[in-house]
């Protein structure tokens, strides 16, 4: 059975880099594309960066210019990287894997 386990995360503070990392386990190799969404306390969930199996990869608003995603296609796994870190990232991370398979989170909090 398919599953996504997310890592990394917990209490940092602003101006140090985030590391995340995601494992889709129970599958022998995926074609689909995976990626980073994250929900802020009474916010909606909003994406963050996308990465296909050829390494094309694509972010969004809110972390573009401060974020890297990168895939590794044998382990099935991917890693996103957030630098200069705000209070505003703070949140619940997911990891995701088209086209509707999500990770349980990890929370993620960024002290001024």
């Known amino acids: 059975q398919l599953r996504l386990v997310e890592s990394g995360g917990g209490l940092l503070h602003q101006g140090e880099s985030l590391r995340l990392h995601c494992a889709a386990t129970?599958?022998?190799?995926?074609?689909?594309?995976m990626g980073w969404y994250r929900q802020a306390p009474g916010q909606e969930r909003e994406f963050l960066a996308i990465?296909?199996?050829?390494?094309?990869?694509n972010y969004g608003d809110g972390v573009a210019g401060r974020a890297t995603i990168s895939r590794d296609n044998p382990r099935n796994t991917i890693d996103l990287v957030i630098d200069n870190l705000k209070p505003e990232d703070t949140g619940v991370y997911y990891c995701?894997?088209?086209?509707?398979?999500w990770g349980p989170g990890t929370q993620v909090t960024v002290a001024s």
């Open positions: 995701h894997l088209l086209p509707d398979n």
């Open positions: 129970g599958i022998q190799f995926t074609l689909a594309a």
């Open positions: 990465v296909s199996l050829d390494g094309t990869t």
